[in-house]
């Protein structure tokens, strides 16, 4: 595996382990087997995507994120809240009330990262007035996609959208304007993503589509929110910090944003990682090259579904539509308005390294080698039960018989095989005992 891609915030805490096969029958990828009662994680497989930590019942699957102590590092500190963040607060209105408590918890400014959606949202439009460009165009915000895509769906590669993801835009900003204004050097700022997924850490220690991120870490939402939610009731008037995103800029919290802020009509979004794969296997057979976006995310609507969020997605997703009408009713401007063309040409916007084909899923990189490994996995495959129950520890047969190529498994670890095995054996000792009578 690239040296770049080691990374995983994704872990499991053997410990806690059970081995029951719940995350193993939901890993997107197959990157889950359970060998010897405990279960493995395969991290050349492992998109980060979190299901096996939103479904795990014993807390084995946990996310490795930086704590509030590791912003202690750097002379001034910035924090890049998630539009998400925004949803976890019911009953607040102004999204700057949430700016100015997490200033009060130790961050000396605050950059929005839905205002770098406004400028990702404006470079997205401008590509799409390109028409040699593949189609649909995916979106690459969602970094849990976007990996998938590279482990499952590599043809579909060139149809991602280069441009950076808005995490990425708003620590590029805000490290440059903050350095300006306060007359520092800019690696004496640390830049704090408050993140709502383990994908988005992942993202900051192996980049896609950058050789170096411009985020120094990330902060659970969950984390967060129990410090600020003590203060929010305590901020005053004054205290507030104006938000300076656009509501378009908010709504990417949830599914559908991103198409309601580049205003394309012939677009489709879905949200969770099963339907997004549905829709992808769509695109791959060329059954909707008609559409001219696709936006998918990998938690159940939007990243307001993140695994390290606090509130209720759906309760979130209604907050987050509230505060995008409040904004709107201030500030109607869309992004396109509020972007100008000199941050456009002032800023990188598009990726800089080609995003690649992982190539975890081949049987062997060389191909007549890969083809008799096949040929032999599938002699097994025809042997195999077909129940895809997992007791073996695979996902599905499939997984089983190429794990048995592999060297990973034996046949005998399939309970079915062993069953009828051993009923053959049971069958021959009562053949022979009746001989010797």
Request: aromatic share 6%; proline share 5%; net charge neutral.
């Amino acid at each position: 595996m690239d040296e770049k891609m080691k990374f995983h915030s994704v872990r499991l805490n053997k410990e806690l382990c059970k081995g029951c096969t719940n995350c193993l029958m939901h890993c997107p990828t197959e990157a889950i087997r359970v060998r010897k009662g405990r279960a493995h994680i395969l991290d050349e497989r492992c998109i980060d995507c979190g299901e096996c930590i939103r479904i795990c019942d014993y807390h084995a699957k946990v996310a490795d994120i930086d704590s509030m102590e590791v912003i202690k590092r750097f002379r001034y500190k910035i924090a890049l809240p998630a539009p998400s963040l925004y949803g976890q607060f019911r009953n607040v209105q102004d999204v700057g009330v949430i700016l100015a408590a997490l200033k009060k918890i130790g961050f000396d400014d605050v950059f929005e990262v839905a205002r770098g959606a406004d400028i990702v949202a404006r470079a997205i439009a401008e590509k799409m007035r390109q028409p040699m460009l593949p189609r649909p165009l995916i979106s690459s915000a969602c970094p849990t996609v976007v990996r998938l895509i590279q482990v499952r769906f590599p043809d579909l590669i060139p149809n991602i959208v280069d441009v950076r993801q808005p995490m990425e835009v708003a620590a590029e900003v805000a490290r440059s304007e903050f350095s300006k204004k306060y007359e520092c050097r800019p690696e004496e700022i640390g830049i704090f993503f408050i993140t709502p997924c383990p994908a988005k850490m992942t993202a900051i220690h192996s980049p896609l589509g950058q050789e170096k991120s411009n985020v120094d870490g990330a902060i659970s939402m969950m984390e967060i929110y129990g410090l600020i939610r003590p203060l929010i009731s305590k901020i005053q008037k004054e205290e507030r910090v104006e938000g300076s995103s656009t509501g378009y800029g908010i709504g990417w919290a949830t599914s559908s944003g991103e198409i309601k802020s580049i205003f394309q009509e012939n677009a489709l979004n879905v949200d969770g990682i099963q339907n997004v794969i549905r829709v992808l296997e769509e695109i791959e057979n060329n059954k909707l090259s008609d559409l001219d976006f696709f936006e998918g995310n990998a938690c159940t609507g939007g990243c307001v579904g993140g695994p390290l969020t606090y509130e209720n997605n759906y309760v979130a997703k209604n907050t987050i539509r509230k505060l995008v009408t409040n904004c709107q009713a201030r500030n109607p401007a869309t992004p396109q308005q509020s972007v100008p063309v000199s941050m456009m040409n002032k800023y990188p916007m598009t990726m800089d390294v080609p995003l690649e084909e992982n190539t975890a899923m081949s049987l062997d990189e060389n191909i007549k080698v890969a083809m008799e490994k096949l040929n032999r996995m599938n002699a097994i495959l025809a042997t195999l039960p077909g129940y895809d129950c997992g007791s073996c520890g695979s996902p599905t047969c499939r997984a089983f018989a190429e794990d048995i190529v592999l060297g990973y498994a034996s046949e005998m670890e399939c309970i079915h095989l062993l069953r009828d095995k051993l009923q053959a054996m049971a069958e021959q000792m009562v053949e022979v005992a009746q001989i010797r009578r």
